[in-house]
Protein backbone atom coordinates (compact mmCIF):
# COMPACT_ATOMS: atom_id res chain seq x y z
CA UNK A 1 0.00 0.00 0.00
CA UNK A 2 1.22 3.62 -0.96
CA UNK A 3 1.96 5.77 2.13
CA UNK A 4 2.42 9.43 1.49
CA UNK A 5 3.34 11.60 4.95
CA UNK A 6 3.58 15.35 4.53
CA UNK A 7 5.33 17.01 7.15
CA UNK A 8 6.60 20.98 7.71
CA UNK A 9 4.06 23.20 8.15
CA UNK A 10 3.40 26.03 10.18
CA UNK A 11 2.58 29.25 11.10
CA UNK A 12 4.60 32.29 9.15
CA UNK A 13 3.89 35.98 8.51
CA UNK A 14 3.48 37.13 5.27
CA UNK A 15 7.10 37.06 3.58
CA UNK A 16 8.38 34.30 5.33
CA UNK A 17 9.43 30.97 4.37
CA UNK A 18 8.72 27.14 4.97
CA UNK A 19 10.02 23.70 3.71
CA UNK A 20 7.75 21.35 3.45
CA UNK A 21 8.76 16.92 3.07
CA UNK A 22 7.03 14.52 1.42
CA UNK A 23 7.84 11.32 2.73
CA UNK A 24 6.77 8.20 0.50
CA UNK A 25 6.49 4.54 0.55
CA UNK A 26 4.57 1.26 -0.88
CA UNK A 27 6.23 1.97 -4.63
CA UNK A 28 9.02 2.84 -6.69
CA UNK A 29 9.70 6.25 -5.96
CA UNK A 30 12.65 7.05 -8.21
CA UNK A 31 11.06 6.15 -10.96
CA UNK A 32 7.62 8.40 -10.01
CA UNK A 33 6.44 11.55 -11.15
CA UNK A 34 5.12 13.39 -8.22
CA UNK A 35 3.20 16.33 -7.48
CA UNK A 36 1.92 18.76 -4.95
CA UNK A 37 -1.37 19.63 -3.91
CA UNK A 38 -2.74 22.35 -1.77
CA UNK A 39 -6.38 22.84 -0.80
CA UNK A 40 -7.75 25.75 0.90
CA UNK A 41 -10.88 26.41 2.48
CA UNK A 42 -13.80 26.60 0.66
CA UNK A 43 -12.12 25.13 -2.36
CA UNK A 44 -10.94 22.32 -4.27
CA UNK A 45 -7.86 20.20 -3.80
CA UNK A 46 -5.66 21.80 -7.02
CA UNK A 47 -1.93 20.60 -7.95
CA UNK A 48 0.37 23.60 -8.20
CA UNK A 49 3.39 21.88 -8.73
CA UNK A 50 5.28 18.47 -10.63
CA UNK A 51 8.66 16.61 -10.92
CA UNK A 52 9.56 13.85 -13.09
CA UNK A 53 11.91 11.57 -12.25
CA UNK A 54 15.58 12.54 -11.06
CA UNK A 55 13.75 15.79 -11.33
CA UNK A 56 14.52 15.94 -15.50
CA UNK A 57 11.14 17.98 -15.47
CA UNK A 58 9.67 20.36 -12.82
CA UNK A 59 6.44 22.14 -13.66
CA UNK A 60 5.12 24.87 -11.43
CA UNK A 61 1.60 27.13 -11.75
CA UNK A 62 1.74 30.69 -12.25
CA UNK A 63 0.44 31.40 -8.75
CA UNK A 64 3.78 29.64 -6.94
CA UNK A 65 6.09 30.30 -9.82
CA UNK A 66 9.39 31.72 -8.70
CA UNK A 67 8.30 31.52 -5.19
CA UNK A 68 8.06 28.04 -4.16
CA UNK A 69 10.90 25.12 -5.38
CA UNK A 70 10.03 21.36 -5.48
CA UNK A 71 13.19 18.86 -5.39
CA UNK A 72 13.51 15.26 -4.32
CA UNK A 73 16.16 13.06 -3.03
CA UNK A 74 15.80 9.57 -4.32
CA UNK A 75 17.49 7.78 -1.89
CA UNK A 76 15.19 8.70 0.78
CA UNK A 77 12.16 8.67 -1.00
CA UNK A 78 11.01 11.87 -0.62
CA UNK A 79 9.99 15.04 -1.71
CA UNK A 80 10.22 18.62 -1.01
CA UNK A 81 8.82 22.02 -1.73
CA UNK A 82 11.06 25.34 -0.37
CA UNK A 83 8.50 27.76 -0.20
CA UNK A 84 9.62 31.62 -0.21
CA UNK A 85 7.76 35.05 -0.09
CA UNK A 86 4.93 33.35 1.32
CA UNK A 87 1.80 35.31 0.96
CA UNK A 88 -1.67 34.76 3.04
CA UNK A 89 -3.33 33.18 -0.28
CA UNK A 90 -0.85 30.43 -0.11
CA UNK A 91 -2.91 29.49 3.58
CA UNK A 92 -4.27 25.67 2.48
CA UNK A 93 -3.45 21.99 3.37
CA UNK A 94 -0.54 20.70 1.23
CA UNK A 95 -0.09 17.24 0.53
CA UNK A 96 2.03 15.40 -2.10
CA UNK A 97 0.44 12.89 -4.78
CA UNK A 98 2.16 10.19 -7.60
CA UNK A 99 0.96 11.54 -10.70
CA UNK A 100 0.97 9.46 -14.07
CA UNK A 101 2.36 12.31 -15.73
CA UNK A 102 3.19 15.90 -15.16
CA UNK A 103 0.58 17.30 -17.10
CA UNK A 104 -2.60 18.30 -16.07
CA UNK A 105 -1.56 16.86 -12.40
CA UNK A 106 -3.28 13.22 -12.96
CA UNK A 107 -2.83 10.94 -10.77
CA UNK A 108 -1.59 8.21 -10.94
CA UNK A 109 -3.37 4.41 -11.39
CA UNK A 110 -1.64 1.64 -9.47
CA UNK A 111 -1.45 -1.71 -10.57
CA UNK A 112 -4.68 -3.43 -10.74
CA UNK A 113 -6.64 -0.42 -9.98
CA UNK A 114 -6.07 0.20 -6.47
CA UNK A 115 -6.40 3.28 -5.68
CA UNK A 116 -3.82 5.27 -3.26
CA UNK A 117 -4.98 6.75 0.32
CA UNK A 118 -4.12 10.85 0.41
CA UNK A 119 -2.33 11.22 3.60
CA UNK A 120 -2.95 13.87 5.93
CA UNK A 121 -1.58 16.46 4.79
CA UNK A 122 0.46 19.20 6.40
CA UNK A 123 -1.18 22.97 7.16
CA UNK A 124 0.16 25.99 6.10
CA UNK A 125 -1.16 29.78 7.56
CA UNK A 126 0.59 32.76 6.47
CA UNK A 127 -0.85 35.83 8.59
CA UNK A 128 -1.04 38.95 7.24
Known amino acids: QVYLVESGGGLVETGGSLRLSCTVSGLLFGETTMGWFRQAPGKFRLGFSC????????GYADSVRGRFTSSRDDAKNTLYLQMDNLKPEDTATYYCAPLRRCSGYELLKMPGGRPFDWGQGTQVTVSS
Open 51 to 58: ITPKGAVI
